[in-house]
């Protein structure tokens, strides 16, 4: 619990970093991704330059929805540049998602420098991925079409259990912060 409390707090810091720079970003006119969301009335989205989902992260399911809302513009640019490139080199091969995947964690541990501990994140959280992705291909439709037939609450027993997962994982991950 301490550990989990501890990386929640040491969230903060980059929440507010990256808040406070992105309303300064939108405050300067830049930001504005041009989409007009029906569900906000109509609102228009200055959402170009937001590099934290916060409420996504805290509640995301799945370690994957933690990759995708932590660092988006990093992580878009690693996608792009690195995993689907890596993907097209070995798109023959059997295992070139979860090569991929490796590739590019490592790369990201080599962008961030040459510390032990981002080392041992960065290829501790490519394989908490890979093995996530196949959790969910090979569990998760299972679920939902039981959940389909049964009156019970499962999705919503498996969502809470994927959270805690999450969770748990993205706060160990704190400690390297």
């Known amino acids: 619990m301490y550990v989990q ?4 707090l040491a969230r903060f810091q980059y929440y507010f970093a990256w808040k406070v720079t992105e309303g300064s970003c939108v405050m300067a006119g830049m930001g504005y991704n041009g989409i007009m969301t029906p569900t906000d ?6 959402t170009a330059v937001e590099n934290v989902n916060i409420t996504a992260l805290e509640t995301s399911t799945s370690f994957k929805g933690l990759v995708e809302t932590w660092n988006k513009s990093i992580n878009t640019w690693l996608r792009f540049y690195v995993y ?7 798109k023959n091969e059997r295992s070139s998602s979860s090569r991929a995947t490796l590739v590019t964690y490592v790369v990201s541990a080599v962008w961030h420098g040459f510390y032990f501990g981002y080392y041992s994140f960065f290829i501790s959280a490519a394989l908490i991925t890979i093995v996530n992705r196949a959790v969910r291909l090979r569990i998760r439709p299972k679920v939902l079409a039981y959940a389909s037939r049964s009156r019970l609450p499962v999705k919503t027993a498996y969502d809470v259990v994927g959270w805690a997962f999450s969770q748990v994982r993205h706060g160990d991950a704190g400690r390297f912060f």
């Open 41 to 46: 009335g109509g609102a228009d989205e200055w």
């Open 5 to 8: 409390i501890a990386a929640v």
């Open 84 to 90: 689907w490139r890596v993907c097209e080199l070995l």
